[in-house]
């Protein structure tokens, strides 16, 4: 049973910066993808950064250049450093894993099965 446990949200104004954190069990990475989502009130949920198995990293160009998303195996954690934000960014932001897929279709969020509870990201201006 894979779990994901996010954690590091919070408040933040305009051009600060947050690190969020996913602490995995259950998963073994080497083959589909692993990820960050987030979903604003009123909007789809959508990738925000991915890493496949082959240790490919694709971002939504809204992000690129401001977050940074890494894995570390020995921690079991995902991470993602965001970097210069922005009101735009304020959304809930998940975790979530899945199996058989690989490049930027890591970040379509349709057909994940695996979901954490999500962490709340606030950026006022």
């Known amino acids: 049973q894979v779990q994901l446990v996010e954690s590091g949200g919070g408040s933040v104004q305009t051009g600060g910066s947050l690190r969020l954190s996913c602490a995995h069990s259950g998963y073994t990475y080497g083959s589909g993808c692993i990820g960050w989502f987030r979903q604003a009130p009123g909007k789809e949920r959508e990738g925000v950064a991915t890493i496949d198995g082959d240790g490919d990293i694709n971002y939504a160009v809204s992000v690129k250049g401001r977050f940074t998303i890494s894995l570390d195996n020995a921690k079991n954690t995902l991470d993602l450093q965001m970097n210069n934000l922005k009101p735009d960014d304020t959304a809930m932001y998940y975790c979530?894993?899945?199996?058989?897929?690989?490049?930027?279709?890591?970040?379509?969020?349709?057909?994940?099965?695996?979901w954490g509870q999500g962490t709340q990201v606030t950026v006022s201006s």
């Open positions: 979530a894993a899945e199996a058989g897929r690989s490049g930027w279709l890591c970040l379509i969020p349709r057909g994940y099965p695996y």
